[in-house]
């Protein structure tokens, strides 16, 4: 979800927000990214799913509301809506990226595992350090490659 913000100069270059630590029902915002006259914000499981299911403007009136209990209402007037995403709703993508339940981070083992020596994973979602990253899906094409040569090595 993006909000235009005018009277950028006013914000920080590449600044974040994230107030609320004690509740899931939240959002992170991304203030000026590379300078633009922008902000950012980011949604995850359940509440993100529940936004989208509550259509157009959900998103934006939820920051908004948000960032003014962050920084006074003054900011109201500075903020519009942009532009919104509802990734869980795409079946080719069903969210942005992956993150694991508490005490779960250990299944990603389990997602990259091969398949009967035939199918193979790769993809941010089974990397071990570096999930939820452009670099990690590298890496994860890199490792599931590496399984197929040492298996066609073996033939
Ligand atoms: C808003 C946002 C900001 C991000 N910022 C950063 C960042 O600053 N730095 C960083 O390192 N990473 C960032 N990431 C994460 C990074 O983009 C991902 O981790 C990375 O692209 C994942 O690559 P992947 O190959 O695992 O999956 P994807 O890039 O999601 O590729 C999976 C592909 O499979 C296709 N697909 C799905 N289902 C099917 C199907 N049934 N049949 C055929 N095709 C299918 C999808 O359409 C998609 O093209 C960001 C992600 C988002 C959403």
Known sequence: MTLALADA????????????TMRTDMGTYHIRPFGQPCIEGFFGGRFARELEDAGDGAFAAHSIDEIAGFLGNDIRRKLKPLMESRWAHDPFARGAYSHALPGHAGKRAVLAAPVDRRLFFAGEATSPNFFSTAHGARDSGARAAKEVLALLAKR
Request: hydrophobic share 35%; net charge neutral.
């Open 9 to 20: 100069e006013a914000f920080p270059k590449d600044g974040n927000l994230r107030g609320a």
